[in-house]
C-alpha cells in the first residue's frame, strides 16, 4: 500500500525558510510526478508545483519564485522549500503523488507562519 | 490563469436524493489532440485529504462508487452524485489541469438533510 507522509516545521518565523520533506512508502518514485499543494486554514486548496522522478519542475507563478522542489528518490523522498514567507503561507501543506490529477496524499501537515 | 468557478457555494440535499455541483472554467480545458478534458474532481472530508474522485472529467477512479459521475466538456462541468449517502457529506472542489497553474475552484458544501 503506498503511503505519503509530510514532515517538518510546524512553526516558521516571518521571512525564514519553510521546508518540507514527503517520504513516500509502499512504492517506487520512479515514473511519477510528485505534488505539493497546501490549504490555508477554513480556506480552499492552492497548487504548489510538481517535479518528476527525472527532476524536471513546475511552479505557481503566484509563488514569485520562492518555491523550490527537490527529489531524492534514492531515500524515496521529495522535499519542497519557500522562502521569505508570510503569515500568508500559513496553511496545512499537503504533498500528492501526480502531474495532472493527484491520486494519492499524504494527510497533510500544518505549517505556522509567526513570530 | 484559468479561473475555476463552483456553484452552488452550498446545498443541502435529502438521503437517497441526487446532488449536482457544476463548475465553469474561464477558457477551454479540453485539449483538442487527444480530446480529453483535463478536470478532476475531489471530495473532501473534515481534517481528511483531499480524495480524487474523477479525471479526465468523467473517468472514475478505482474503488469510487458509481454513483458518483462526472460529465461535461470544454467549460462546463457537472459532478453528480445520485442517491445520496450519509458518507457523502464534504466538500466539493473540480481542478483544472490543463496548463500552469494548476486551479482549484472554491470548493461546494455538500450537506446531507
Known amino acids: 500500500q503506498v503511503q505519503l507522509q509530510e514532515s517538518g516545521p510546524g512553526l516558521v518565523k516571518p521571512s525564514e525558510t519553510l521546508s518540507l520533506t514527503c517520504s513516500v512508502s509502499g512504492a517506487s518514485m520512479n515514473n511519477y510526478f510528485w505534488t505539493w499543494i497546501r490549504q490555508p486554514p477554513g480556506k480552499g486548496l492552492e497548487w504548489i508545483g510538481y517535479i518528476s522522478y527525472s527532476g524536471s519542475t513546475n511552479y505557481n507563478p503566484s509563488l514569485m519564485s520562492r518555491g523550490s522542489l527537490s527529489l531524492d528518490a534514492s531515500r524515496s523522498q521529495f522535499s519542497l522549500n519557500l522562502t521569505s514567507v508570510t503569515a500568508a503561507d500559513t496553511a496545512v501543506y499537503f504533498c500528492a503523488r501526480g502531474g495532472t490529477s493527484s491520486d494519492l496524499w499524504g494527510q497533510g501537515t500544518l505549517v505556522t507562519v509567526s513570530s | 490563469d484559468i479561473v475555476m468557478t463552483q456553484s452552488p457555494d452550498s446545498l443541502t440535499v435529502s438521503l437517497g436524493e441526487r446532488a449536482t455541483i457544476n463548475c465553469k472554467s474561464s477558457?477551454?480545458?479540453?485539449?483538442?489532440?487527444?480530446?480529453?478534458?483535463?478536470l478532476a474532481w475531489y471530495q473532501q472530508k473534515p481534517g481528511q485529504p483531499p480524495k480524487l474522485l474523477i479525471s479526465?472529467?468523467?473517468t472514475r477512479e478505482s474503488g469510487v462508487p458509481d454513483r458518483f459521475s462526472g460529465s461535461g466538456s470544454g467549460t462546463d462541468f457537472t459532478l453528480t452524485i445520485s442517491s445520496l449517502q450519509a458518507e457523502d457529506a464534504a466538500v466539493y472542489y473540480c481542478?483544472?489541469?490543463?496548463?500552469?497553474?494548476?486551479?482549484f475552484g472554491q470548493g461546494t458544501k455538500l450537506e446531507i438533510k
Open positions: 477558457r477551454n480545458v479540453l485539449y483538442s489532440s487527444n480530446n480529453k478534458n483535463y
Open positions: 479526465w472529467a468523467s
Open positions: 481542478q483544472h489541469y490543463y496548463n500552469i497553474p494548476y486551479i
